[in-house]
């Protein structure tokens, strides 16, 4: 295949490559030493987690860095997965060549939509070391374990390798590796502490990827470990094709010139997704076309009408085509409880609020936004909030300020959540933390640094809302402490310091100890709810129970509804008290008239949790007298579950007939030749534009 | 006048009452209760019959509704239980001791020992019994006294001790001890026209130094800041006992007057018990706000917490009438006050030789 190395070498440009290196390395990630080793483990550990998902295997990866010569910064990087491995002939492929792979024309959340891939760390080696990379693999179906080095000929402008032979892959514990890969490289950067590191690059990692197991060593022999906290792996997530809204020219031009199809009605309907039979031939009238035009032959004039038309600018019967929302199974989200549990697995709190919005679509693309916000524990009180920014998974280290998910932020009175916010300008202080993560098909940053997300209105009003949630249960939490410690008090109160009372006045005054009943019921004077929400090992399920005290002097009824990880697949067993669902993840039980001095106890398990997933229970009441534990049920928020609920129906059911209406093609064809320059363009835009082909920078000579 | 002391069995009598209202309480079906009279400005007022200020008829219910209060009630339980044993015993121990023995008494553990002291002053309050009865002593530091006056002390082997304050003691004085009551002291006699109770040390030393006790026959008396109950004592009971003038030379602040206060009027927090601890005869010497002005002292200007207590003594009864009333509204007009000691401006005899001898001229003592 002609690549453009060839085209390169053709034209004796031999200083290309590193000229290529040095215009562009502020947005492929190398402009400074400490940037370089943080976008090389990163190129790294992003393929192995990439790669571990797409083999359905739980990611193991253990990341070293030593310091090889410290006067001229030249560090050695060793990345090991235990990943599917790479078969021998693709290794080539992979380490040697620019683009490889489906990112760039495969319409999916995908973290390696933010580099330029692990072929970058190659040439940077190569470029300030004269190093090869080093890398072993190892698949399943192979006894021994395939080694090759990697390097660059600067001076022919081509990926060489050398050393290439098959290894016994033996691991310290004398076991053989079953599969797996393993780069060791050499580069010249500066190890660094702090915010920007490679510490914080893999902390930030762990928290997106709790099914990860991390470990690293850094260059002072000092061993960081990041434990896996599920077995649960990341759903797989289905490519999708483009939805017109979200298109751009060059784009639209490209894929007509590669069409192969024979009408313009057919491209549409398979080419694009949202576009039915009746919308392509609406989008065709709207644009003044034939449906019958063959695409590779439309004229730069057409297809701008085409544009427009898929713009909603040219109109059909004065109105814009109606097309169907793209399908969002093509996300994958977090999940809140996965959240959760990577947020306390790396930051001691005391609580940890997270919210996952439904998925919703921005000019075509669709995305999702989910935050999580951890709280108390050892975090500063009086410095600003850690903030924790995501795309697709891939953590955003620099750029805080001017990025969308930050302005989110920043968009939020927090003050009335119970954090300072001087101002109510900025980004709160407080002893938390607030993570942010974008999934979208289509990742819009600011700049080609790729580390700041550029405005959107819609998806900060997204982001935004989510924050609102997820402040109303910061707040619910705050307020929930205040009155479980006064309840606590009150039973201390009637449980051991009035008992100690009577029987303390009765010695001294040599009487008989008197009852109590009347007693508590007039301190009290309240009825109680309690809940225990406890991991019953034996049974692998979450054991809860809600004991509901009436502590008046009158009968009293009342309905109780507690909430409960549905959203998480969990399922509520053994619940004797029967009663019913109320929402998505709410119980209701209408409960028999509490007499007084009365106690009532509801109790139920949750299957199909893990241990740690679900540790506490929300109980609210429908009554008239105050439950002191439980919250009075709003019913507006119980309509704001059902909405969300009802989206996310609804989004299933589009996308579900989206599958069903189109199949698989045309998004792979032949790979026509594309200049260097275009490419850096491609790189260089702030959009992950989705050119259709494989190319290679080094041309099919390796 | 002598004021009203309890046996052993009459003490324990008042707090049985106590231990009866919160159980009979408890037998009616209703929380346990002990009732207090409010302890504020706000309910204090003139007792024409003992001519000090009293606790007036606001009483606060402590009920047992709230963890805090029920924990206050059980622990004035083990209060009165301990009470009880250390009579039954002959034993008293220093409210310290008993913050510290209170760590046995589990759920009625004292928090502070702000607690414990508070807490038997409540019990003194609601029995109308003495600490000196429940056998609690403070930590509080007595004061000390020279002059030419005889008393008689019975110390800790049980025996009579004649002590002239003049010439059985070094330049310290006498020391006045936490009981100043017949049991431990007797007045004897005295050669003194009258007494001057001093605020500050230096002061105090300054007038030793200079002779002024055998100059002007007085007994001085050094205060140490607010007083304790002792020193509030036994002004009162030489006062009464030997008819002897009291004057009272404090610094010229806010503050002062309030010591000035509890020594002629009573404390707010003891006023159950002032007609045993005020002086009503007492006179203020100085420094007044008019003191500012005429020898043109050197003055700081009041601070905000100074005008804060100077208002509130202006709605305070005991400063009721115009001398006083007048004396703080000019000191907040001159937004100044004045230290004992800066009468030094005009040098180290000036306190002796001029500013008191005019002083006491004006009262007719000298």
Redo the contacts between chains.
Sequence with gaps: MAGIAQKLASNQKQVAISEFFEKNKHFLGFDSLSRSLITAVKEAVDNALDACEEARILPEINIQIKKLDLKKDIIELKVEDNGPGIPQKSIEKVFGQLLFGSRFHAIRQSRGQQGIGITGVVMYSQLTTGKPTHVRSKISTESTAAVVDIGLDTRKNKAVKSNQGRELWELKDGTMKQHGLEVTTQLKAKYQKGRQSVWQYLRMTSIVNPHAEINFIDPEGEIHHWPRVTERLPTKVESIKPHPHGIELGQLQRMLSESTDSRLSVFLRMNFSGVSNRAAKELCAAAELDVGVKPKQMKPDHIRALLEAFQGEKMFNGKPVKMLNPPTNCLSPIEEMLIKKGLSKTIDSRFISTMTRAPNVSQGNPYQIEVGLIFGGNMPADKAVEVLRFANRVPLMYQQGGCLLTKAIESVDWRQYGLDQPGAKGVPKGPAAILVHLASTNVQFTSEAKEALAENEEVIEEARKAMLEMGRGLRKHLEKKKKMAKTQ??F??IN???P???A??????D?PI?D????I???MSAVIGETSTVWNKETKQTDVSITLYNYTSRSRAYTILANWPEKSGAKLVDNDTGGRKEAMGVWAWKLQTLEPGERIVISYSLSGLEKGDWVETDIFYRGSQEVIGAMKMDEKYLEEIRNQENIMIEMNLESGEQVESSDDSTADSESPEIDLDEIIASLGEPKVPPPSGQSTLFGGEL | MMVQRFSSEETKKAMHSVVKEMYDKIVGGEPPTMTLPVRTKNNIGFDAKLGVYKYGKKRSIRDATSLGSAKQLLRALYVVEFIEEMIDAGKSSTLREMYYISESWGLGKFGSQNESNNLAEDLEIVTKCLREDFKLRPEEDGARMIGNLTLRERNRRGEWMRINARDDVGDSGYGVPYNVESEKIELLENDIDFIMAIETGGMFDRLIENGFDEEYRCGLLHLKGQPARSTRRIIKRMSEEWDLPVVVFLDGDPWSFRIFASIAYGAIKTAHISEYLATPSATYLGITADDIVAYDLPSDDLSKKDVEALNAELSDPRFADSWWQDQINMMLELGKKAEQQSLAKYGLDFVTETYLPEKLAELGLA
Excluded: H, N, V
């Design positions: 008090e009150k201390e109160l051991d310091i009035l100690a009372i009577a303390k006045s009765a010695e001294i005054l009487k008197p109590l009943s009347g007693s019921t007039r301190i």
